[in-house]
C-alpha cells in the first residue's frame, strides 16, 4: 500500500473503455481533433494519411448471417508503461531524440513536436498503431485557423503526433488545484472523448487511487487490455463480457492461434492507422 | 609500423564511441528538429480570456443543447451543455465539429446574385439592401398563378417559420413545405386513434420504459434525439427489427432480420400473437378503447406469423418469442420510422404500430406512446395541408415558378432520382437563404445567406420524438463571421414592402420575444423551455381516462413493395445509417469527415456492403469496383463484404456524395438518397421510400 499523501503521491492515469455500451458513434474522435487542434486533410477517406489520436475500429465475430456480431473499438494511446511500469515503452525505448518519454509522476506518454525529427522509430515500435506522421504541413481552410485552440501546440511537417490524454487539461486542473492548495479532483481532469462520449462508456482517472472510478472497473471480471501477451503494460483497459471480444484482444497469426480454429474475429477495415 | 585493417576498424570504433560520449550526436539531433521544424507559417493560436457560451444545435432534429467553448473573440470547441435534459454534457461528433462549418471554406460570404449560368459557380456580390430589395422584386414581379411559389423551411414552428409563411401569405402561395419525416405520419395516425389539435406532436417516453421494440429505428445511430437515444441504446432491452445488422441490432437483446420494408408487417404479426396467445392487456383495452373487435378480427384473418411469415421472413416461433417479451415487459414501447427516422412510413404501417403499444396499454402513460403537447407560441400558424402532394409536386416539372430555400437543401434531399433532380433544376428562380455552399445555394439565382447557428439567436422548436414539447434557443457565441443577416431580420425586412401589416416588428429581437410568450423568462434565462407531460401517471390514469383509443384498420397497404424488375434488378438497396455521418441538409465537417470508416468511405468511393454469400454468386470480392444501379440513377461504388447484411441486400450509406460544399467535404462517395426513388403511400402522399431494386455490376 503507498503511504505516501495524496497530494505528492504518484498518479497513473488510465481510461476504461465498455465496448458493451460503445455504439461507435465517433463523438470522441471529433471531441478529441477538435480539442487537440488534430490536421485535417482534403480527403480523410486516405486512412493511410488520416490523423486519429482516437481511433474507433469495428470488429465482427466472423459468423454468417444472422450469427455476426459486431463491437466497436476505440483505440487511444494506451500510454504502455512497459514491464513493471518503469518507462520502458515501445516508443519510449527507440527514440533517439527523447521527444516522446514516459512521465513517471502521471503514467502518461509524452510527444514533444519541436523536438522530434521524424524518423518514426516509434511508429514502427508502436504495436497499436497509435502514432500519425505529418508528411506535409497541416493546412487550416478559409478560416479554420481560427478554431485553433492555444492549448495544443499545432503540428508541422516531419512530426509524430498521438494522443496526449489531454495533458493540457491536466496542466489547467493542476494549476487551478494548486492555487487553491488541494489535489486535482477525479472530475476536474478529464479527456475531449471521455466527455464528449454520450454512453457513457469512456471512464477516466487515476488508477491507483481507490477513490477514482476505474480503479473499480479495471478489476472487473470483464476487463482486459489489447496485446497484453507484449508485456507493453498498457493504462486503457476494455469491458467486455462476450468473450469472442475478449478474445480479440490478443490477435495470433492463425498457425499461432491456440483454439486451432479460425480466427474467432474478423478486423474490418483496409489497413492504415 | 604498417598500417593494416585492423588499425582502420580500431580508429573508426574508436571514433565512434568517442563521439557517441560527447554531446555531439544529441546536439545534432537537437538542431535537426531545430533546423528542419520550426516553420514562420506553422500557426500559433492567439492566446486570450478562455470562457463559454450558451448555445443550441440545429444540424439535426435533436435539440441538443451547446456549450461553446471560447478563447478571445474566437470560437474553438463546441461541447455538450451539462444543463440539457436531452444531452447532458454530450454531443455528437457532427454537433462538435461545427466550429469547421463556422469557419470553413464552405461559407457563404454575402449576399449574392447569379453572374454566370445556373450552377456555374459565378457570383455578384450585392449589398444587403440591393438583396432584399432583389428578393422583394422577384417575389412581387410573380404573375398569375401566385401558387407557383414555394418556400422550403428547416422547421415546421417557430419565428422563422412563421415568417416564411407569412411572406408567402403576402404573395398569395400556400406552399409552405418542411421536409417530411416519420412524425408526419405519426401524427396522422394519431388523429385517426387517439385525436389531436394542431401543433400537438406524438413522443415516446423511452426514459420510462423497460423495453424498446423498434421497427427498423436506428435508436444508436441516430433516430430521435441522437445523443439522448445512444444513451438509451446503451441502457435498455431492445429488440431490433431490419434486414441489416446496424449497431442497434448488434446491441439489442434480439435481432429479427425481417426482409427490407416489412417491419410494419412485422408489428402486425406480433399484434395478432399477443391476442392469439390472449398476451394483451385486458383491462386496458377493454376500458380505454374502441374498434377492438373489429380490429382484431381483420388482423387474425389477415396477420397472423404464419401468414406474415411469407412477406417478412420471420418464423412464427421468433413472432411469439419477440410477442412474449413485449407483453411480459412493465412499460414496453413500440417506435417505428426506418433509420433516423427521416423517411415517413406509410400510414397503415404507423397505425400498426400505434395499435401494437395499445394492445399492451403503452399509450398515454410512462414509457409509452405519448401525445405531445403543442409549444405556446402566441403567434399561431397554420398547419400546411395535403404536405405530401405538395412536396410531390416540388419535383414534378413546371409546378413551381419560384422556391425559396431556407435550411433544407432539396437539390440533395429530394432528388431521389435524376427526373427529380431535373425538376427541380428546371424551376425557373431559386433562392437560398444558406449560410453554407449546400447543393441547392449553388443552384441558385440569388443567395441571402443566414447567419449560422452559433451567430444568432433563435428559438429552435424541437421535434425528435421526446416526451414532451421543448424549445432551445441558439445563441450567438460569436460575432458574424461573414456578411450575412439573419433570415428572420430579412423576412421581416422583405416582408415589409410586400405587406406591412403582415411584418409589424421593427426588428427580429422584439418579434422574437413576442412570439415565444410565455416560453421568453426561460428561454432567455436558461436557453431551454420544456412543456409539461400531457398524460396522467399512476393511480390518476386507472381512475379513469375520457380519452380513448381507437384501432383503426389500414386501409391502404402496411408494406409498400419495392418498384423494379426483379430479373434486371435482382438485389435490393437499403441505406445504412451513421452517427458519424450528418444525413441532412448540411454535410459532415473535416473532423466528422475523418471518423467515417474504410469500410464506408474509401478514398472518395463509397462502399456498399454486401454478404459474401449474394457476392460469390454474383462474382463479386472484396475491394472490387463496381456500378450500382436503380431504376432511378447508378453510381460507381466498392464492394466491401459483411456478413450482418441479409443475403440479396446490398447496403449503402446515407449523406454521403454531396457535389457542392468545398474540396474537404463535397465530392466525397455517392449519394443513397438520388438512387431511393418514391414510394408513394396513397393514403398520406408521402414519399416513404425504404429502399429501391438495384443491380451491382463489376466494373
Redesign the interface.
Known sequence: MNTEPKETRAKKFGMVIDLD?C?????C???C???N??P????????LL???WIR?Y?I?N?????D?????FPRPCMHCGGKNDDGHSPCVSVC??T?TDYDHSTGIVSQI??????CRYCMAACPYHARYFNWW?PI???????????DVS??????VEKCSFCFHRYQKAKDKAYIEERDVEEMEYQT?CT???????ITFGDLDNPDHAVYTLKQDKRAFRLLERLHTNPKVYYLSARSWVKRAGDNYVSSEEPTKGPGAYKL???G?H | MKINRRHFLALGMGATAGTMLSPLPWKL??D???W????A????????ESYYAGGACTLCPGGCSLSVRK?GT???????NEESPI?T??????G??A??L????S?IEGPMIRAGKRGEGKWRRLSWEGAEAQLAEKLSALSGSKKSVVALSASKQGSVALLIQRLLAAVGSDRFLTLPSVHDTLEAAMALTMGREPGEGVGFDTENTDLILSLGSSV??GWGS??RM??T??AKTMIQVEPR?S?TA??ADI?V?AKPGTEGVFALSVAAAMIQEKLYDHLFVATATEGFDAFSAWLLENYTPKKAEAVTGVSPALVKKVAVAFAGARRPVAICGRGKGDTPISLAEALSVFALNALKGSVQRDGGLVKVGAIPYTLAMAETDDLGAKLAAVTEKGRTELLMDWGTNPFYTLATSQEAADALAAIPTIISFSPYMDETAAMADLILPDHTHLEKIQDVPVRAGLERPLVTLAQPAVDP?MTTKHTGEMLISVGKELDADAFPWDDYESYLEESCGEMWEALSEGGLWQGDIAWKRGLERMLGTSDRFTFVIPEGPVFLSANGDASRYPLTLVPRS???ISSGAVADA??????????V?????SLVEM???TAKEAGLHE?DTATLTTSFGMVPVKV?L??????GVVALSKGLGHTAF???IGG??SSYTALSGAMVDSATGFNCTWGARASLKRG
Open positions: 455500451k455504439t461507435g458513434c465517433g463523438s474522435m471529433v471531441a481533433s477538435s480539442e487542434n488534430v485535417v486533410r482534403k480527403d480523410e477517406s486516405d486512412k488520416s490523423a486519429t474507433v469495428r465482427t466472423g459468423k454468417e448471417f444472422p455476426t456480431e459486431i463491437c466497436y533517439p531524440a521527444a513536436y519541436t523536438r522530434c525529427f521524424g504541413d487550416w481552410p478559409a478560416k479554420i485557423e481560427e478554431s485553433l485552440s492555444p499545432p503540428r508541422m511537417r516531419g512530426v475531449a466527455q464528449a462520449c454520450p454512453s457513457g462508456a474490418e477495415g483496409h492504415g | 539531433t537537437d535537426a528538429s531545430i528542419t521544424q520550426n516553420w507559417w506553422t500557426p500559433v493560436p492567439e492566446i486570450g478563447v474566437r470560437v474553438v470547441k463546441i461541447e455538450g444531452n454534457g454530450d454531443l455528437c461528433g457532427v462538435i465539429s466550429t469547421q463556422l469557419y470553413g471554406p461559407r444508436a445511430e441522437p445523443v445512444v444513451k441504446a446503451a445488422l449497431t448488434s446491441m435481432w432480420p463571421v451513421s452517427l458519424r473535416p473532423f466528422t469527415m475523418k471518423t467515417i470508416e474504410d469500410t468511405l474509401l478514398k472518395g468511393v454478404n459474401p454469400v475491394g466491401t459483411f456478413d450482418g447484411v441479409m443475403p468545398d474540396e474537404y466525397k462517395g
